[in-house]
């Protein structure tokens, strides 16, 4: 992972992954996340984009949406009030940051 990243809890408790300012939407995004399962689901569509099955997928979450291409994927956030409002990265470091979430899940709900 070329991008540096700390798991944290929020003030409610739940689990998030900090990312540098450029990624932050990305760390709305993927804290969304609450499953595995869904983990694997979204490796699927980006498994597919890189195959050429598509050309390109939109994930909507709560607030973010990502749009995966197969090289850069770019996130949005919808609500924010201050920029940025948009980040993208490279397509492969977006599915290690996802397999990267999904064994911090995975360990979380194991204790």
Known sequence: MKYSYEFREDPFGDLMIVL??????????IQDISTEQEVDEYIGYIKNVLEGVHEKVEI??????????????????????????????????????LQIWKEKIAEKFKS
Do not use: C, G, Q, W
């Open 60 to 97: 909507t979450l709560n607030a973010t949406s990502v749009m995966i291409r197969k090289d850069v994927t770019m996130a949005e956030h919808h609500y924010r009030t201050a920029e940025p409002y948009e980040n993208e990265i490279e397509t492969e470091e977006f599915i290690e940051l």
């Open 20 to 29: 540098p300012e450029e990624l932050s939407v990305f760390s709305d995004f």
